[in-house]
Structure formats: structure tokens, C-alpha cells
């Protein structure tokens, strides 16, 4: 597991916390007030990637890219001692999988790197459903690409309509069909997909029109 870190207490909490749990951790260190360099710094290989956020998030932001650049199947935990929304949706559009506070981490990290590892998403439901709520309100979504495989002309209509955050009464009204027909649609789409909500969906059609489209979650 990677960690790069900028305060002096993260490394020595978490090294503690990470090798309690089986894991060994690969540890690089950040200027705090620097945007990194990464052709001078080597990214651990490492499925999971811990990144303490700057104070600055542009800086934030250069890790994730710069983590993605050379390891695009990684996935990236970002630890805050808080988040607010423009800092954590911004992360999150680069495909981050999961949003920690330092408090957060020291309780349940273990469960959110097994969670990241499997293709979940670790995020406050609050949290997520802003995101949602105001990505939708900016980002025509459509059927993105990968989502059509191997649905029927049916399913795909429910997707859409999913998309667009309508509600199961809401689906059957618009495609004449009964609450019950579209609630089993929409089941066999998050079954399809992978996914286990309907926030879990919009979020990955979200994901995918953003810079690195990536693919799998969970909400937390």
C-alpha cells in the first residue's frame, strides 16, 4: 500500500494502523506546500494509494493525476482533517474511490482499503448524493458507452431514465409500465453494472464524462 503524506504525525498513526492489519506500507513524502514533481517521485506499486490532501488543491489534485499517470488501476484514498464540497467533488471527478478525515481513518481504514480493493467507493452518503445532486445539475448524463453492453432496448430505456435521477413511480409513469417492472429493471441493472444502489450508477456515469473515467464502485 502507498502513502504519501505531508503532516509528521501521519506517517508514524499510520504505519502502526496499516501493519496491524496485514498490509505493508510504502511511504513518500510530500512538501506541504509544494506541488510535487512526479518525474523525481517514484510511485510505489501499490493496488491501494493513500494520499494526505494538501493545504492547496491544486496540489491535491497534481497527486491524484500524477498516481493515475503511472498507475492508472490504482486506487486512490485521499485523508483530509476535513472535506468541503468543492475539495471533495473535485477529487472525486479524478476518480478518487474513497474520502477520509483523519478521524474517519483511525476507526475504519482497514474496511475502506478492503473496500476500495474490491471496487467500492468509500464516501459519506450525505456527501455523495451532493455530489450527485450537483453534478446532475451541470453534466448532461447519458448512456456512456460501456453501459450499454449486453442490455436490452428496455433496459437501456430504464438506464436513461435512472440518469436523469428519476424515481421508480417515476420510470414506470414515463415508460408505461408498472412500479413494480421498472423496480426489477432497475435491480438488474445495478446486478449488470456491479453496483449495489442507484447512486452507485450515477456515480460511475458521472465518473466516466469526467478526464479519467474510471469504473466499479460501492458506496460506503
Known amino acids: 500500500m502507498g502513502l504519501f503524506w505531508c503532516h509528521p504525525l501521519v506517517l508514524p498513526q499510520f504505519e502502526q494502523l496499516i501493519s496491524d492489519n496485514g498490509y505493508r506500507l510504502l511511504?513518500?513524502?510530500?512538501?506541504a506546500?509544494?506541488?510535487?514533481?512526479?518525474?523525481?517521485l517514484p510511485v510505489p506499486r501499490a493496488a491501494v494509494q493513500i494520499v494526505e490532501a494538501h493545504q492547496h488543491l491544486a496540489a491535491t489534485e497534481s497527486v491524484v493525476?500524477?498516481?493515475?499517470?503511472?498507475?492508472?488501476?490504482a486506487r486512490i484514498?485521499?485523508?483530509?482533517?476535513?472535506?468541503n464540497d468543492p475539495m471533495a467533488f473535485a477529487v472525486l471527478r479524478l476518480g478518487v474511490k474513497g474520502l477520509l478525515t483523519y478521524s474517519e481513518a483511525l476507526r475504519a481504514l482497514p474496511q475502506a482499503v478492503e473496500t476500495v480493493i474490491t471496487g467500492g467507493l468509500w464516501v459519506g452518503r450525505s456527501l455523495l448524493?451532493?455530489?450527485?445532486?450537483?453534478?446532475?445539475?451541470?453534466?448532461?448524463?447519458?448512456?456512456y458507452a460501456t453501459g450499454l453492453e449486453g442490455l436490452t432496448r428496455r433496459e437501456r430505456q430504464v438506464l436513461e431514465a435512472v440518469l436523469e435521477n428519476l424515481s421508480n413511480k417515476e420510470i414506470?409513469?414515463?415508460?408505461?409500465?408498472?412500479v413494480r417492472t421498472a423496480k426489477f429493471h432497475?435491480?438488474?441493472l445495478l446486478v449488470k453494472h456491479g453496483v449495489r444502489r442507484?447512486?452507485?450508477l450515477l456515480f460511475r456515469a458521472l465518473q466516466s464524462t469526467g478526464p479519467h473515467g474510471t469504473h466499479g464502485v460501492s458506496a460506503a
Open 27 to 31: 511511504a513518500r513524502r510530500l512538501e
Open 33 to 40: 506546500n509544494r506541488i510535487p514533481n512526479f518525474e523525481n
Open 65 to 73: 493525476t500524477g498516481i493515475h499517470a503511472r498507475q492508472p488501476s
Open 77 to 83: 484514498i485521499v485523508l483530509a482533517e476535513r472535506f
Open 129 to 143: 448524493s451532493r455530489f450527485v445532486d450537483a453534478a446532475l445539475c451541470t453534466v448532461p448524463l447519458k448512456v
Open 172 to 178: 414506470a409513469r414515463r415508460l408505461q409500465m408498472s
Open 186 to 188: 432497475v435491480s438488474n
Open 198 to 200: 442507484r447512486a452507485d
